[in-house]
């Protein structure tokens, strides 16, 4: 009822005069938040937490992506000239209790330079929004793959982390991170997964083509509005930061720039990747409930903002409730 709501006051174009819908929101909206803020104060946050010494309650729910191939998607002419042009295309979707988002976006720097930013853990903190803390607890190579495993403290609202245990597969020469939950320990996610792929720019030498997914599902039900909500702002911001972290880096004449990953041209047809292919139903955009590409700016100010605070407070919420759920199971 509140996602209808919203809706129609989007149409209206939201004038400074409120209308009774919009009031109606806002009341809706003020109730929500203090009934989420009530059980995230009430409920005991610190007794069943994340916890490094117990393995995760499953071995994994998300169809696990592949290491090699590009994202299963297929471009037309009107996404390809959003991209061409800048933007972030991307779309989002939720499926079976699961928050999918897909994000494409041209970068002006070398793939190596691209790669370099992605795969360099240490360097997230100060980088990636929210972050507060990354620890990496175990790092091995096979071959060209490199894996770290780490511990990600995000913040969530002012006062509430969120923790989880994170399993990386960088591998340089195929332009790909992939990662994971690390199910050997108890994070505050149910699942996730995501993964990384880069590829030659078609036209512009020096530019690297970037695709990001990622899937996450939270514990027990969450609205889907929720898990839309976080998995586009995730996209959003994990591309953004990428790109302009990168972009300082890249070399001041990108288009004589060579690039040092041997990587496959977009014209190439790699393996797909198992976990987004194609469904039945439609997939939609985050922003328009279509696949409509637009800058992200532009996507979240027609999202209003007590929308992503909710987000927060469910997803917080959650987490608390399961903690909760989980430590009278035991007792």
Not at 70 to 75: H, M, S, V
Request: charged share 20%; aromatic share 8%.
């Amino acid at each position: 009822q509140v996602s209808r709501v919203g809706s129609t006051a989007r149409r209206e174009g939201l004038r400074s005069s409120p209308a009774p819908a919009q009031e109606n929101l806002m009341a809706r909206l003020t109730a929500f938040l203090l009934a989420a803020a009530a059980k995230l104060l009430l409920l005991p946050k610190a007794a069943f937490a994340a916890n490094k010494s117990e393995p995760h309650p499953h071995q994994g729910l998300i169809p696990r992506l592949k290491l090699d191939g590009k994202p299963d998607i297929k471009l037309s002419s009107a996404d390809l000239k959003v991209i061409e042009s800048g933007q972030l295309w991307m779309k989002s979707k939720e499926e079976k209790g699961i928050g999918r988002g897909l994000g494409v976006r041209d970068i002006a720097a070398p793939a190596d330079v691209v790669f370099g930013q992605i795969s360099d853990l240490e360097g997230y903190v100060g980088k990636v929004p929210m972050l507060q803390s990354l620890k990496i607890y175990e790092s091995t190579k096979k071959s060209s793959v490199v894996v770290e495993k780490a511990t990600y403290i995000v913040r969530v609202v002012p006062g509430y982390n969120f923790e989880y245990y994170v399993e990386h597969h960088a591998d340089s020469k195929k332009g790909v991170v992939l990662f994971f939950l690390d199910y050997g320990r108890h994070s505050d996610f149910n699942d996730m997964q995501g993964k990384w792929f880069l590829e030659e720019h078609p036209t512009k030498p020096g530019w690297t083509r970037v695709y990001y997914q990622c899937d996450l599902k939270l514990w027990g039900y969450a609205p889907k509005i929720v898990k839309t909500l976080l998995t586009s702002k995730g996209l959003s911001s994990s591309i953004g930061w990428v790109k302009r972290e990168s972009e300082k880096r890249a070399p001041k004449m990108a288009g004589t720039a060579a690039f040092a990953l041997g990587l496959p041209s977009p014209r190439v047809i790699a393996p797909l990747s198992a976990a987004v292919a194609p469904s039945s139903g439609q997939q939609h955009a985050f922003a328009a409930e279509a696949l409509v590409a637009q800058p992200p700016a532009l996507q979240y100010s027609k999202v209003p903002g007590a929308l992503a605070i909710i987000a927060a407070f469910v997803a917080a919420a959650h987490v608390t409730a399961s903690r909760d759920f989980r430590g009278r199971r035991v007792q």
